[in-house]
């Protein structure tokens, strides 16, 4: 067993309300430079939808993350390392720009210089790359809302085995139900970007799993936009370099959460760190697709195992970060409760960023048709089940999302989330529990101690409770606090908390 540290987020998407303040936020921290118009480190999709850039996954198109061959080994979907050379000059893999959008501006000018006219003065479009005019057809969140739903919501890659009168009823904006899906770099186990790299520029930080780009050796090949399944690698068309999200590592080594967290309205965002044997990797990936989610969660280890703790202390450890993993809100959500799951575990990269699937859409229905009529108590848990599979927004589209195709987990973790919901509003609306309330919890498998503690963490947290980051080592927070900007404060992650050094 070989015991590393994973900085990860988990997102409570029963909580987002897709309003975009994250993604602002990481764009004028990050990406507000020439050359990175067009990257958006942080997303936030409506669903259905086909994402940003348009259709990432489509996989047949992409050919992102890994796939299991007739043996059993682990590959590249992109290409083998032979192959990989003659598409050095042309990758048709690769998302064109019309996949994202042409990054514009207006032609302002036009407003204050032009000659007076009978009609109405307008400033243009006109591309920031090229100068020349361009039709405004596309978007980072074009399809928001359903706003072009019926050129995006139908052609959702994730609708696969959904039947035509559930799609028709998806499609109709009036009925539909909207669920948004915040997306930044998952920072995987097993990264395609960095196997598809010719460059070795890519890596992953030993300390935290941060996967990071080396711009010196960075040699613009792009391989890594073809290879990242979830298309969070980005290319600088002006210093013709890769970028992607670095998970704020200056922000979290002086223990501030990254900008798209700490700005999140919903509070949907949490962070912490989880412990995982690293010589499993391989095998985990490498397993047929109806086991890779178990397998997946199984590789996170116990905090409190002593055999965990002692192995992590021989790859060197330190106390500070086993003490910041048993205090970490996303290893309750994911390994103690069992509600948080991976983004496509089907793409074999171990993706760590989780997600609670979201219950909003079904609650109303459930309640009025189960918690309003006279089922017998014995009968209660198979109609609870029945009234989720017949949820406007179906279960098996988010169990294309989070389970490869497997309905079971997403009813489980649904189940819980509602037999928490009525608890908690018995509790608070009658100042009572009746049978069929404990019931329910019972048959979720949950206990009154671990409904409250769910419920806490979920609508009533402090930002401590959010956010548990380890102690950095000291030479990292001074390797930092070196630079000339950070000394006099003008940094683009914020002012920060300066540690004192030794004397």
Request: proline share 6%.
């Amino acid at each position: 067993m070989k015991v590393r540290a994973q900085m990860s987020m988990l997102f409570h998407l029963d909580k987002c309300i897709g309003c975009h303040t994250c993604s602002v936020a990481c764009k004028n921290l990050w990406t507000d430079r020439e050359g990175a118009e067009y990257m958006w480190w942080n997303n936030v999709e409506t669903r259905p939808g086909t994402g940003y850039p348009t259709g990432w996954e489509d996989q047949e198109h992409y050919k992102g993350g890994w796939h299991r061959d007739e043996k059993g080994r682990l590959k590249l979907v992109l290409h083998s390392k032979s192959a990989g050379l003659g598409k050095l000059f042309y990758n048709p893999s690769l998302p064109e720009l019309d996949d994202y959008y042409d990054p514009f501006t207006f032609k302002y000018g036009d407003l204050f210089n032009s000659p007076q006219q009978e009609q109405q003065v307008t400033a243009i479009p006109i591309s920031k790359i090229t100068g020349t005019p361009v039709e405004i057809s596309t978007g980072p969140n074009w399809d928001d809302d359903l706003g072009g739903s019926d050129i995006y919501a139908r052609n959702d890659p994730s609708m696969e085995g959904i039947d035509e009168a559930t799609r028709a009823q998806m499609e109709e904006i009036e009925r539909v139900v909207l669920n948004y899906v915040p997306r930044i770099c998952n920072h995987c186990l097993n990264p395609a970007c960095v196997a598809a790299c010719p460059s070795g520029a890519i890596y992953k930080r030993g300390e935290d799993g941060v996967v990071l780009v080396n711009e010196d050796k960075c040699r613009g090949w792009r391989m890594c936009v073809a290879g990242c399944p979830y298309k969070k690698v980005y290319y600088n068309w002006d210093t013709g370099k890769s970028e992607k999200c670095i998970l704020c590592f200056p922000r979290m080594e002086t223990g501030q959460a990254p900008a798209c967290a700490h700005s999140c309205v919903g509070r949907i965002r949490y962070m912490g760190v989880l412990l995982y044997d690293q010589d499993r990797i391989a095998d985990v990936t490498s397993l047929p697709e109806d086991e890779l989610v178990d397998a997946q969660l199984d590789m996170i280890l116990d905090p409190w195992d002593d055999a965990v703790v002692a192995a992590a202390a021989a790859a060197g450890i330190d106390d500070g970060w086993i003490d910041a993993a048993r205090r970490s809100p996303v290893y309750k959500f994911v390994k103690e409760w069992g509600m948080a799951l991976p983004l496509h575990p089907e793409y074999r990269t171990a993706a760590m960023m989780f997600y609670i699937p979201p219950l909003s859409p079904v609650m109303s229905t459930v309640e009025r048709n189960l918690v309003r009529l006279d089922i017998p108590e014995d009968r209660r848990d198979f109609a609870l089940a029945d009234e989720l599979d017949k949820a406007r927004m179906p279960l098996k589209y988010l169990a294309n999302l989070f389970t490869v195709g497997d309905v079971e987990p997403i009813r489980r973790i649904l189940k819980m989330m509602f037999a928490v919901r009525s608890y908690k509003r018995r509790q608070s609306v009658e100042g009572d529990m009746d049978s069929d309330t404990l019931g329910l919890l019972e048959s979720a498998g949950l206990s009154e101690a671990e409904a409250e503690a769910i419920y806490k963490l979920t609508t009533v947290p402090t930002i401590d409770d959010r956010f548990v980051f380890p102690p950095y080592h000291r030479e990292m927070s001074i390797e930092t606090l070196e630079d000339p900007l950070v000394r006099k404060g003008i940094t683009g992650f914020g002012q920060i908390n300066r540690p004192k050094r030794d004397a």
